[in-house]
């Protein structure tokens, strides 16, 4: 038996371990980190939140007519959500009026905080807004419960992309789809583009209706 418990705890270290160097090489000199795309199970329900210019901002009409959307979770004062929306804001301007659709989920900054990145980067893609301030309590917000599923252990876990196909998205209900693609970091910018572009190819999927 306690053969048996020390070998569970030496395979939970190298676990540790090893997603430890994960990090740590997805870090580059720069400060980035960059996360591949993975397709899991995940229970994505629909939303309405503030916009950042007014109004309420929900999944399903944004999806609608679209054949792909990028929910893309960040935080204004973050260094790789700042990093990140270079090649969200691209790949909207590049692919919008193919199907592609953005909608930005802001977490866990100030309203002036959100003024400023949106000064700076400006944004083409609309922006709603989750979580206000840098709350010490962040297990109530759905960017939180999403993290958690995917086993991400960073401290504030932004930015968060989660890529959904229309032909995934259900019609009502509270859950808008069960599989979804995720890259808890900063997206490759190759892989998402070449998604994208396979994605945005195919005759079917003209989104919610």
Excluded at 43 to 61: N, Q, V, W
Aim: aromatic share 8%; hydrophobic share 35%; with cysteine.
């Amino acid at each position: 038996m306690i053969d048996l418990t020390l070998a569970l705890a030496e395979r939970a270290a190298r676990a540790a371990q090893a997603r430890a160097q994960a990090q740590q090489k997805a870090e580059d000199e720069h400060g980035h980190y960059y996360v591949p795309l993975r397709e899991v199970d995940l229970e994505f329900k629909d939303f309405s939140f503030p916009g950042a210019d007014g109004g309420r901002l929900t999944l399903r009409e944004a999806a609608k007519g679209k054949k792909l959307i990028l929910v893309h979770y960040f935080a204004a004062w973050c260094h790789n959500s700042n990093f990140d929306v270079t090649t969200v804001n691209q790949l909207y301007s590049k692919y919008r009026d193919q199907g592609l659709q953005v909608v930005g989920i802001c977490e866990y900054s100030r309203p002036e905080e959100l003024r400023e990145f949106i000064e700076r980067h400006h944004p083409d893609y609309p922006i709603c807004v989750e979580g206000e301030e840098r709350k010490k309590d962040r297990t109530g917000t759905t960017h939180y419960a999403y993290r958690k599923q995917v086993d991400d252990q960073r401290l504030w876990g932004t930015p968060l992309n989660i890529i959904i196909f229309a032909e995934d998205l259900l019609a009502d209900g509270e859950v808008a789809a069960r599989r979804v693609r995720v890259a808890p970091g900063e997206m490759v910018k190759t892989e998402i583009e070449e998604l994208i572009q396979e994605r945005l190819s195919k005759k079917s999927g003209d989104g919610v209706k």
